[in-house]
């Protein structure tokens, strides 16, 4: 799929770029920051069951809502990854954003709204659920996670996308089927990597039950009162069984929730227009006790709550909803 809106007419603009997008992921609704004078392109290309595009538009906002999810549609994941400027994303309780150096993943069946203010540029992977599912378990506890692209596993996995792009006209489907197996690998790889995911290589009983845990966990941050017997209630263990499922992850239930916490309280406060204040943040995120927090920030990140936005304020606004 080739589209650049340089063939529709003023008047045509978003409503050709709605279908085009539409066509290439799913469907949603589309707000322009000014419509008759949109521009954007898009590529897209097979590879198998994945899909990969890269996009550049002009600022805009993405929605899918509940309208959206009832026609039928496959469960799919797209890992967003930017170019050009920064992109914002809220889904349930996620609200991050995600720029050069990093990537993004979202979730399909769940509404959400994603934008850029300002004329943008990204690669998309399209990922079938499934795909994921078998190399990282559950994904959809880690939807609305940006992931670290500058080094390691996830700089290789955005090489890789970037530098394929240019060579997919050359290549037959087989290649390109393989291709695509190749580049959901590198990206479970890359969330594998990651400190804030757990990762087991216990039987499916157990892993079921950690992902079930986490997932758990991460929708109930802001409960000041969580505790581990909660959470194995929650998840029909007992409290013993959680533990040591933490413990083959070489961490204590307590000491991962309050990483959770602590990494959601580091995101806010690097959101330069965020009002509220640094009590208030800690608070939001399961702090009852302001100098613990500050204590245990400053292990973790090596510099204060304050030196945190202080720093964020140095760099780009915060884009619009």
């Known amino acids: 799929m080739i589209f650049s809106t340089v063939s529709s007419a003023p008047l045509d603009r978003g409503r050709d770029w709605r279908e085009t997008i539409s066509n290439a992921y799913f469907p949603l609704d589309i707000s322009y920051t000014d419509e008759p004078k949109f521009s954007g392109e898009l590529e897209a290309r097979s590879l198998g069951p994945v899909s990969l595009s890269r996009l550049e538009c002009d600022g805009l906002i993405y929605r899918r809502s509940k309208r959206h999810l009832v026609a039928p549609h496959g469960s799919d994941f797209l890992i967003t990854i930017p170019d050009r400027g920064?992109?914002?994303?809220?889904?349930?309780?996620?609200?991050?954003?995600?720029?050069?150096?990093?990537?993004?993943?979202?979730?399909?069946?769940?509404?959400?709204?994603?934008?850029?203010?300002?004329?943008?540029?990204?690669?998309?992977?399209?990922?079938?659920?499934?795909?994921?599912?078998?190399?990282?378990?559950?994904?959809?506890?880690?939807?609305?996670?940006?992931?670290?692209?500058?080094?390691?596993?996830?700089?290789?996995?955005?090489?890789?996308?970037?530098?394929?792009?240019?060579?997919?006209?050359?290549?037959?489907?087989?290649?390109?089927?393989?291709?695509?197996?190749?580049?959901?690998?590198?990206?479970?790889?890359?969330?594998?990597?990651?400190?804030?995911?757990?990762?087991?290589?216990?039987?499916?009983?157990?892993?079921?039950?950690?992902?079930?845990?986490?997932?758990?966990?991460?929708?109930?941050?802001?409960?000041?009162?969580?505790?581990?017997?909660?959470?194995?209630?929650?998840?029909?263990?007992?409290?013993r069984y959680l533990q040591q499922l933490f413990t083959d992850n070489d961490r204590s239930v307590c000491d991962w929730i309050r990483e959770q916490r602590l990494i959601r309280c580091e995101e806010e406060l690097r959101k330069p227009s965020s009002r509220l204040s640094i009590s208030e943040i800690a608070y939001r995120w399961g702090f009852a006790d302001q100098s613990q927090f500050s204590k245990h920030y400053r292990k973790r990140f090596g510099r204060t709550p304050s030196d945190t936005r202080m720093q964020s304020r140095d760099g780009p606004p915060r884009l619009p909803r």
Request: proline content about 6%.
């Open 86 to 239: 920064e992109v914002g994303f809220v889904q349930e309780k996620c609200d991050t954003r995600c720029g050069p150096g990093g990537f993004l993943l979202e979730r399909s069946d769940v509404p959400y709204d994603f934008w850029h203010r300002d004329r943008t540029s990204m690669w998309v992977v399209k990922a079938p659920n499934a795909s994921l599912r078998a190399r990282v378990g559950p994904p959809e506890r880690l939807a609305g996670m940006t992931f670290d692209a500058t080094r390691g596993v996830g700089a290789c996995f955005v090489d890789m996308v970037r530098s394929i792009g240019p060579r997919l006209d050359e290549m037959d489907p087989r290649a390109l089927d393989t291709l695509g197996q190749q580049i959901v690998d590198l990206v479970c790889l890359a969330i594998h990597a990651d400190d804030r995911v757990l990762d087991t290589h216990l039987s499916s009983v157990r892993a079921a039950h950690l992902y079930r845990a986490e997932q758990y966990i991460r929708s109930k941050l802001d409960w000041p009162e969580l505790m581990p017997q909660q959470i194995a209630d929650a998840c029909g263990i007992s409290l």
